[in-house]
């Protein structure tokens, strides 16, 4: 499966100016968003996914049940749902029952680069790097939602071959809690360019990785509402990679 809410970036974009140092280093502004996004029926963290797509391929299976870890099983029925008769009934009456979520999400992130890089010449560099720090927004919906079962469509090749990207479904969706936030977050950001050639007209990249997201890793902290205050960490990160870019300076 690809990862949840992944796009295609938008072909034409803005790029900040470059400020040099010195023959091998810089410095210049980042910016980095997550596009606004709905994604609904996220699977399980089963720990044997891998294991039942193998089994499900030398079988020509076309569906698989996704579960939580025995523990994750163990802390939902102990703690989430201790005196809740209703949904231990519920759970114990679905051997493959499971949690699932729809989520809403976008974030920006802008910020300041410094980072350094290889001149071969004056107009060609490689493995420019460069780190920086700023500041972020971010804004995250989630519903969570008790599943009678989750179940995985498997999609096939010509060749019998598992393909990449499968399709996931929450049966008999019940939503048991729900959590809601936004509000600024610091930030950081990361560039990394194999190659680059530079001139005062154009900018040639190939292979270029740029990654932006909350300090820490956890941009937000929120608590359910039906379960305890237990709590509930999210993060959004914008990563994207350029196999070719060009840039028009001006």
Avoid at 137 to 160: E, M, P, Q, R, W
Avoid at 185 to 191: C, E, K, Q
Wanted: glycine residues 8%.
């Amino acid at each position: 499966m690809g990862p949840p809410g992944s796009t295609d970036k938008f072909p034409l974009a803005i790029s900040f100016p470059e400020t040099l140092m010195n023959s091998w280093s810089f410095r210049q502004m980042y910016f980095d968003y997550v596009p606004y996004s709905e994604v609904n029926d996220l699977p399980p963290d089963d720990p044997d996914f891998e294991s039942k797509l193998t089994s499900a391929e030398a079988t020509g299976t076309g569906t698989i049940y996704l579960v939580q870890s025995e523990w994750q099983q163990s802390f939902i029925k102990d703690t989430l749902f201790n005196g809740k008769t209703a949904r231990l009934e519920f759970i114990n009456n679905n051997t493959n029952w499971a949690l699932s979520s729809d989520i809403k999400r976008s974030a920006v992130f802008l910020g300041y680069m410094w980072g350094v890089f290889y001149p071969s010449s004056e107009t060609n560099r490689w493995m420019k790097i460069g780190l920086g720090v700023g500041i972020g927004y971010g804004f995250y919906d989630a519903k969570i939602n008790l599943c009678t079962n989750y179940v995985l469509s498997l999609s096939y090749k010509d060749d019998g071959k598992l393909d990449d990207v499968h399709n996931g479904k929450c049966n008999g969706k019940t939503k048991i809690d729900e959590i809601h936030g936004q509000g600024p977050i610091g930030s950081v950001g990361l560039h990394v360019t194999v190659y680059e050639s530079f001139t005062k007209e154009s900018v040639w990249k190939f292979v270029s990785f740029d990654i932006s997201g909350p300090i820490g890793g956890d941009s937000s902290e929120f608590n359910l509402k039906n379960f305890n205050q237990q709590k509930i960490k999210t993060s959004s990160i914008a990563n994207s990679i350029d196999v070719i870019s060009y840039t028009y300076r001006f």
